[in-house]
């Protein structure tokens, strides 16, 4: 028995994952460098690029195509780095994401991921949790698994502890002593031994892999696919009519496949679904830092669109830290703080007892704790305290009686000491009170119920019978007394009541304690509409028109049990509502999953309640709620920009490589041209953009409309206005020029630099659509700094070396063509500047 209870030590872990590996299927495991390399290979921008080098090399131009084998390298270089982050974050977020596993090492009990399980883990089972492992059972207390996943029996079959003779066996049965990886723990609790992780197991016996689990599109990668598709046959066409033109009309159909293939280059929006892809996985790690951990990439996009938070009260919005405040012992109220050891009545030490004795020996739940630490500090040193006792049964909480009793036997009695606690009422009926003792009662509760106490019943009794009955009913109870608990609202969910308000969303607070104590917690907290209520009972009673009408302005409910809050989902859903819901119990389940975005607890929640929900809190506290809001508001925010941006600028470049070849002139932008402008496009979409802070007024706008594309009407202009407004600049830059009598070397050089600063300031005014160019400055973000400095650096490289203007075809630029260039470049972007200001000043 000490060896179960010490667990493995440190070292003994580390030497069995050297030998077995990780808990976890093969599916599971992550891409290899190879293989990601191969995956950026494969992407058409860089298929193009050898496509054009390979042209070059014909046409007996090496320069050009040592310069675009250079370009692809580095490309390559960029966007391996990249998706290799990517691939980091994604690992990260597995490991959170892992089901979790309470288990016992060097004497300590603590919670792992799952994958961190090895052969001789002392795991710890408890309702609700996913079993993360094959293992033995040591010890049971009714203990029921859902092995549906393993055999396609939705019954639950019954465990056992087993007795040393029993061999390792297959899924199926009742009584077996052993629990299977993947299976779920629906009731009870017990320990078990570890005997077989990973493909060991016997769900990897049978090749049950991650990989037939396919992720539903999301409504940004249906939308982003469409706009990827509408651009690519444009594409076609225009590359189609380019080729023809210079074949037909000049007889060269080789240049008119490398001009066919530049044009292709500079229309192929092949950005979206690497920015769709990082913006997420980036977006749902930088959550996870705020203790949000992201399931579903979905919640991402949903999370700015919420307008009702429905939230439990207990851990969620108070601290879930209960100290025992009250003790009421025949119709006598004391308060805990008032007394000492000697003014303490004995009545006092009998609740406290028998309140223990309902309570578990090793407590997880916050007020057994509390009753564990009380009896340890009050009872001590008395004959109230009975370590020598043994339990014989458990009767569990049930849903339609709302207490638990504990059955023991002392060495020197006969007869059975039976003790419970629950809900008062609950109490009470188990206690058959009068109607008059019940009001009595009922009175106590009230009045600790309005201070914002916690209250809980406490009963006993005897049975001389030598066989227990089926129900706690059968027992002859006798009221003992209540115990109250204060449990401290948070210190900052006032302000995130307020700054959700702020944001257009409700806040609904559901707890199952009294009224009284809910009501006294939504005035604590800002609550609107905080005396107004509806408890469990007038919920069940309430038809589904009434709750839909009530629920327009109820934002307490009291005495609800988790099942009624599938009710709650979908009467605001039926408002029109979109609904975040959070929950932590197997209960909680069917609402989690109902509503828009289900939110489990991270720190109590059960397994269950973990995957059937969207988001997990990993601290269990509602400002984080609002946390992940703002910056849920945040990557969409940027990632709509990020979007606008890369159409608008996509615009001038296709422009640019088709209309001078249209109108007679020699090709203005060449391969080499286009891959130089992806150094810049690539990382201003996929870094600068998506680490850009929040706009100051995120939390200020109305929750978006989820019926609204991303590119809504507003935004397409937006863009279509930005494209061809720096379209038209750089293609004044290069007329003029020609009409100045430049040549066609001199006219390609300030048109392409023209491209290139003005691409730089689209960048930078893209990034907030409320503040000034100069604003924008002032917020810090080091990707902008970066992407800016790097591309002014290398224009002035190529301009500066001979060597690199022979191969991007460039000539010398003067001061003046510098003034001409920048001025352009600021024009072409003062417009959206102006209509930023006349916002402003509309706001105002």
């Not at 099942?563 to 209960?587: F, P, S, W, Y």
Request: charge should be neutral; hydrophobic fraction near 45%.
């Amino acid at each position: 028995m000490t060896a179960i209870v010490r667990g493995l030590s440190g070292n003994e872990v580390q030497a069995l994952l050297q030998r077995d590996g990780y808990n976890e299927l093969p599916s599971q495991k992550s891409q290899s460098a190879l293989a990601i390399f191969l995956k950026v290979l494969s992407e058409p921008m860089l298929i193009l690029l050898l496509g054009a080098g390979t042209l070059y090399l014909i046409l007996g131009e090496p320069k050009d195509a040592l310069m675009l084998l250079t370009f692809v390298l580095v490309i390559v270089y960029i966007t391996f780095t990249q998706e290799r982050k990517t691939e980091r974050t994604l690992e990260k977020l597995r490991d959170l994401s892992s089901p979790r596993a309470y288990v016992i090492r060097d004497n300590n009990r603590i919670r792992i991921p799952g994958r961190e399980v090895v052969v001789g883990d002392i795991i710890i089972l408890q309702e609700g949790d996913r079993v993360p492992a094959d293992a033995t059972i040591i010890e049971s207390s009714n203990i029921f698994a859902d092995e549906s996943l393993l055999t396609g029996e939705s019954v639950p079959v019954s465990k056992s502890e087993w007795d040393g003779t029993l061999a390792f066996t297959q899924p199926g049965g009742d009584n077996l002593p052993f629990v299977y990886s993947g299976s779920m723990i629906v009731s009870g609790r017990g320990v078990a031994r570890v005997t077989a992780t990973g493909i060991n197991t016997q769900i990897g016996h049978i090749g049950t892999a991650l990989s037939t689990v396919v992720e539903e599109e999301t409504l940004l990668k249906k939308e982003t696919a469409k706009i990827v598709r509408f651009f690519m046959a444009l594409g076609l066409v225009l590359v189609f009519l380019i080729v023809a033109f210079y074949g037909f009309s000049q007889g060269d159909w080789l240049k008119g496949l490398l001009a066919g293939l530049t044009l292709s280059m500079a229309i192929l929006p092949e950005e979206f679904p690497v920015v769709l892809i990082i913006f997420l996985t980036l977006g749902a790690w930088r959550l996870s830092k705020r203790k949000v951990l992201t399931r579903r990439s979905a919640a991402i996009e949903t999370l700015g669109a919420a307008t009702a938070l429905c939230v439990d009260k207990t851990g969620t919005i108070t601290q879930n830290i209960m100290h025992l405040t009250s003790i009421v012992h025949e119709g006598n109220a004391y308060q805990l703080d008032t007394l000492t050891s000697r003014t303490t009545p004995e009545g006092v030490h009998t609740v406290l007892e028998y309140a223990i004795l309902a309570s578990q020996n090793d407590p997880f739940d916050p007020i057994e704790k509390e009753l564990k630490r009380a009896g340890v500090d009050m009872l001590k040193d008395t004959e109230h305290i009975h370590t020598t006792w043994e339990l014989i049964r458990e009767y569990p909480l049930q849903k339609t009686l709302l207490s638990l009793s504990h059955v023991w036997r002392s060495r020197d009695k006969k007869e059975f000491i039976v003790a419970s606690k629950g809900a008062p009422e609950a109490i009470a009926d188990i206690c058959h009170l009068t109607k008059i003792q019940k009001n009595a009662l009922m009175k106590h509760v009230s009045a600790l119920s309005a201070k914002g106490t916690r209250v809980l019943g406490v009963a006993k009794a005897t049975f001389n019978k030598s066989s227990l009955p089926d129900s706690q009913h059968d027992f002859i109870f006798e009221l003992v007394g209540l115990v109250g608990f204060a449990d401290p609202v948070r210190t900052n969910i006032a302000q995130s009541v307020k700054e959700a308000y702020q944001a257009g969303m409700r806040v609904i607070m559901i707890t199952g304690d009294y009224p009284g104590t809910a009501c006294h917690i939504a005035r604590q907290i800002g609550l609107k509409n905080p005396d107004s209520f509806m408890t469990g009972p007038e919920l069940i009673k309430s038809t589904p028109g009434d709750l839909r009408k009530k629920i327009r302005t109820i934002n307490v409910f009291a005495r609800v049990v988790p099942e009624q809050k599938l009710r709650i989902v979908m009467a605001l859903k039926e408002n029109g509502e979109i609904v975040a819901m959070t929950g932590d119990g197997v209960n909680d389940a069917p609402a989690l999953k109902s509503a828009h975005i289900g939110i489990a607890m991270g720190q109590r929640g059960t397994d269950v309640a973990r995957e059937a929900s969207a988001i997990v809190l990993l601290n269990d506290d509602f400002s984080s709620i609002v946390a992940a809001v703002r910056l849920g508001r945040t990557i969409f925010d940027n990632l709509k920009k990020a979007m606008a941006y890369i159409v608008a600028v996509h615009i001038p470049i296709a422009g640019m490589a088709v209309v001078p070849v249209l109108l007679g002139y020699p090709p203005l932008l060449l391969p080499a041209h286009i891959a130089f402008l992806e150094l810049v496009i690539d990382p201003a979409c996929s870094t600068v953009f998506e680490a850009e802070p929040e706009d100051e007024d995120v939390m200020l706008l109305p929750p978006r409309d989820l019926k609204r594309p991303l590119f809504d009407t507003p935004t397409i202009a937006l863009s279509l206005l930005q494209g061809f407004s720096v379209f038209a600049v750089v293609a004044g830059v290069f007329f003029v020029s020609i009409q100045m009598g430049k040549t066609d070397i001199e006219s390609r050089t300030m048109a392409f630099a023209a491209l290139v600063v003005s691409n730089l300031l689209l960048i930078i005014t893209n990034l907030s659509w409320s503040k000034s160019l100069i604003g924008i400055l002032r917020t810090p973000n080091k990707a902008l700094y970066s992407v800016v400095g790097g591309a002014i650096s290398a224009l002035v490289l190529i301009n500066a070396i001979p060597f690199f203007r022979d191969v991007f075809h460039f000539s010398p630029l003067h001061t003046d063509d510098i003034i001409v260039i920048s001025v352009s470049g600021m024009v072409g972007m003062m417009w959206f500047e102006f209509v930023k200001r006349v916002i402003r000043i509309r706001a105002a």
